[in-house]
């Protein structure tokens, strides 16, 4: 049975071995909190309507605003501190409790008017919340590749469960009551915590270190600077919030009309249920059979006119009819359309955006402008309804207003749609991946000739953006190009093929699993696990077991990347097994390049595999004689994001030959690595080339903390770790301006720079003006030699002092012009230098001018004379007095010089 399960959602949904009961259990996830949602929304609304009356709705809809902001203001925080799996527990957990207490209130007849406000409130915020902890978990469990394929199926348990929990409340609200439907939801989301937990015990902890898991978790940082910043995003956010106020003001019509027509609680509640079912039922089959036509034929600018457009006409139907029938017409339009053009419409403005940044603001456009947009809708019916006792059929007239503004947007939008793609086709070179509007029948035909007659360069851009896009269409394109004369296409076209759900083109890639590059041998065992039949084990045990080694180790790296995050497949293959076995054939391997092969295989796998038991062969090789391997080591422990590497990484940042891979590795943890970068620079046994290294991988990161870290390693007592600390500040200030630099201590510390710089430059034109001493010849060439060395150093220092003041400046100003004047001071053309400086003398507030200008104009000059020490505003110090100044400072060059020419003067 389990077999007959499993092959068949393989071919229709393409879940594959070792995926079955992880999708499944996730689809039954989601089918269980749609449903639960189902029954406890229709029961609400009945309850509220019939005990609250319609012109309660209003006040509802304000304090679910206001409500829904709080507490997803708080979500985030605790998201950022909290284990997941304990946020989701605590909020299915408390949901299942409230309903079961809401519904002994109801039986108990105890209805006050706070407690059906609470309920209300409460049945909003837990359908935001657990949909989108739901999608959370599902980006936790199933890696990127996997959730291509899988989210769709998952997907469809939502809107089962939407169709099933609305018939359920409308078959039973009339025989048990609408109070005893909140224990059949209570009871359906309760099966939720047991899933969940299950999940979470076997597909995340089991196999998902910390930093995995933090890293496949969109966190959202200053969103509303994005959007606003952004008059494509501005004009989306308009458009979804006026969908929201409209929706508000659609519901309040559809409910009053329904609340005047049908009086009993629980006739209202099986009403309520039966077409919130229908509106699923119809939502679902316009979306099969019209949305991929419409938005296919029209585009995005004409899909987006269907749903204000029907609700328009719902509108002016209801002003003239206030029937029950147009109350239905229109809040079908309404529940039905959004769900399905409306949506495809608007995923597809999306596009354009970055994925970073879509995915920075996805979270507040979808709770925040929807909860912000039921306050104010909330608001007009308070002010209209309740305040001039406007008529139900005449709320129409404000829809219509509405409805123009909204229209008016969407006129708007579909320019900067446009103009957002080019903006993007612009920035090819800038973005890893451009998406593509693959609607557009004409865009999908270029691509098509591109793929058969553009140069390599251009076959291999195209099919990087449809690995990304993955389209059944281009198949055929795909299989043609396996026969293309460059390797890398047929590497790639292969990786496209993965994607590619139907047809499948295994007898095409069987042969590649022998073909002469590695590359292409490991893309073609790749399709082969995921798309070969059912006896994809026999035929990957042929390969692994192969006479050329080459292809053995293609199949095993392959073998250990598919299985990477499924523990069946793992087992299934004995992995761990296998990789154990070749890291004990290595000791037989005579041959230097065999070996060599060998080695770079299995750390290859072993990184991919992640499995902890063979962490200490990937440890082993950190320090191999051949810097190659040694290099592949360090790779594998960042493929891995395990905390078992995170020492010996940080101590490889102090290696030259591994300093590059090692940073790359921990860069790769993502920011949940900073808290253990902090604790090792603190660390008395922290390296100071290590620490050298880390603001390099700090600045990668766009959070406040790490802003803080950097800060904190400018107080260093190293300088050169104070100015990589300051570079990689001024990289995040270009990438990350929203974040806080401290504007308001950086005059301080340009200060501090600035005191320091006359200090080193006060030392210098002592070591170029020496007093008279009387010496005999060989002290004299001594000291001579002792001075050199010093005032070279001291040369070096003020160098870096007056980069550290420049990169400052960059903090407080626009850190471009900042760092050009920088390297137009530096230059060897007069102009250039002069006109840095007329810049800066124009920017500078006027005590930092004060200070800094004579700096940068003796740091013009070709040599240090008097008058530029005194400019300075400086006493020329006495030979003796400046010596315990070096002495006193941190730079231990500088003092070892020092100690060596007082003890030859002495």
């Not at 139900?392 to 939008?413: N, R, Y």
Request: glycine share 6%.
């Amino acid at each position: 049975m389990n077999a007959v399960l499993g092959a068949f959602l393989k071919k229709v949904f393409d879940v594959r071995q070792g995926e079955v009961l992880r999708a499944s259990l996730m689809q039954l996830n989601i089918f269980l909190i749609i449903s639960t949602l189902l029954i406890v929304k229709p029961t609400v609304n009945g309850l509220f309507l019939s005990e609250m009356g319609v012109e309660a709705l209003p006040l509802a809809f304000v304090l679910v605003a206001v409500f829904a902001v709080l507490i997803s203001t708080l979500y985030a925080r605790f998201l950022g501190k909290a284990s997941l799996h304990r946020i989701i527990f605590i909020t299915l957990s408390t949901s299942v409790v409230l309903f079961v207490i809401f519904g002994i209130l109801l039986s108990l007849q105890v209805v006050g008017g706070w407690i059906l406000y609470a309920f209300y409130i409460w049945v909003a915020i837990f359908g935001v919340l657990t949909a989108s902890q739901f999608w959370i978990l599902a980006n936790v469990v199933f890696n990127a590749r996997e959730a291509k394929r899988l989210f769709g199926f998952i997907g469809a348990g939502a809107i089962a469960g939407g169709i099933f929990g609305g018939y359920l409340t409308s078959l039973l609200a009339e025989s048990i009551g609408a109070e005893n439907l909140l224990f059949v939801g209570a009871g359906l989301l309760s099966l939720c915590i047991p899933i969940t937990r299950y999940i979470w015990k076997k597909n995340v902890i089991g196999t998902l270190s910390k930093y995995q898991r933090r890293k496949r978790i969109a966190k959202s940082d200053h969103p509303f600077t994005l959007v606003r910043r952004s008059s494509h995003l501005t004009y989306l956010a308009s458009i979804i919030g006026l969908g929201v106020i409209v929706a508000k003001l659609v519901e309040y019509q559809f409910n009053a009309v329904a609340s005047a027509q049908i009086s009993d609680p629980d006739e209202l509640t099986a009403f309520f249920g039966f077409w919130f079912s229908n509106f699923n039922v119809f939502s679902l089959a316009v979306q099969l059979l019209l949305t991929r036509r419409v938005v296919g034929k029209l585009g995005v600018g004409g899909s987006l006119f269907f749903l204000p457009g029907s609700i328009l006409i719902g509108a002016v139907w209801i002003f003239f009819i206030p029937e029950l029938v147009a109350a239905i017409f229109i809040k079908m339009s309404e529940a039905s359309l959004k769900q399905s053009i409306n949506k495809a419409a608007v995923e597809l403005l999306a596009l354009p955006i970055p994925s970073e940044i879509k995915n920075q603001t996805k979270t507040f456009i979808d709770v925040v402008v929807d909860s912000v947009a039921t306050g104010i809708g909330g608001l007009i019916l308070i002010f209209f309804v309740n305040g001039l006792e406007l008529s139900t059929h005449l709320i129409s007239i404000i829809i219509v207003v509405l409805v123009g503004a909204w229209l008016f947007f969407v006129w708007k939008i579909r320019k900067s749609y446009l103009q957002s793609f080019r903006l993007n086709v612009q920035k090819v070179q800038e973005s890893d991946i451009e998406v593509l509007d693959l609607r557009n029948e004409s865009v999908v035909n270029g691509l098509k000739k591109v793929l058969e007659t553009g140069e390599i360069p251009e076959i291999l851009e195209v099919l990087k953006k449809l690995k990304a896009q993955p389209d059944s269409r281009f198949a055929e394109s795909f299989r043609h190009l396996l026969q293309h004369p460059s390797d890398e296409v047929k590497e790639q076209s292969i990786r496209c093929l993965y994607f590619i759900k139907n047809p499948t083109f295994t007898e095409e890639i069987l042969p590649f699993a022998s073909y002469p590059s590695q590359y292409v041998k490991i893309a073609a065992f790749d399709y082969l696990i995921a798309r070969s039949p059912e006896h994809s084990l026999s035929l990957m045990e042929k390969y692994l077991r192969d006479d050329n080694y080459k292809i053995r180790w293609a199949a095993l790296v392959s073998l250990a990347e598919e299985s990477r995050d499924n523990p069946v497949l793992k087992e299934s293959f004995g992995l761990e097994k296998r990789l154990r076995a070749a890291h004990e054939e290595l000791a037989g391997i005579e041959d230097a390049a065999h070996r060599h092969f060998h080695k770079i295989g299995l750390l290859k796998a072993l990184g991919m595999a992640r499995i902890p038991e063979l962490f200490p062969l990937i440890n082993a090789s950190f320090n191999d004689e051949n810097q190659i391997v040694a290099r592949q080591a360090v790779s594998a422990a960042g493929m891995t994001l395990d905390p078992y590497f995170l020492p010996a990484l940080l101590r490889l940042l102090a290696k030259e030959s591994t300093a590059e891979k090692a940073r790359n590795a921990l860069v790769n943890y993502g920011k949940e690595v900073l808290g253990e970068l902090s604790k090792y620079t603190q660390s008395p046994e922290a390296r100071i080339k290590s620490v050298q290294m880390i603001p390099s991988i700090v600045e990668h990161f766009d959070t406040q903390p790490a802003a803080d870290l950097l800060f904190q390693l400018f107080r260093h007592k190293n300088a050169q770790i104070r100015l990589a600390a300051l570079r990689s500040l001024n990289q995040m200030k270009i990438k990350f301006p929203y974040l806080n630099y401290y504007g308001k201590k950086l005059p301080e510390f340009l200060l501090q720079e600035a005191r320091l710089y006359q200090d080193t430059l006060s030392a210098l034109y002592i070591q170029r003006h020496p007093s008279p001493q009387d010496l005999t010849d060989e002290a004299a060439i001594a000291i001579q030699t002792q001075r050199q060395n010093l005032i070279s150093l001291l040369e070096l220092r003020l160098d870096a002092n007056l980069e550290r003041i420049f990169r400052l400046l960059g903090l407080k100003y626009s850190p471009e012009d900042i760092l050009f004047a920088f390297e137009s001071i530096q230059s060897q053309q007069e102009d250039l230098r002069i006109n840095a400086l007329e810049y800066l003398d124009n920017l500078l507030d006027p005590g930092l001018k004060k200070v800094l200008i004579p700096i940068i104009e003796t740091a013009l000059l070709d040599s240090i004379s008097e008058d530029a020490i005194l400019q300075l505003n400086m006493k020329i110090p006495d030979e003796r007095a400046c010596y315990p100044m070096l002495l006193k400072g941190e730079d231990e060059e500088v003092k070892k010089v020092v100690m060596g020419l007082l003890e030859i003067m002495t």
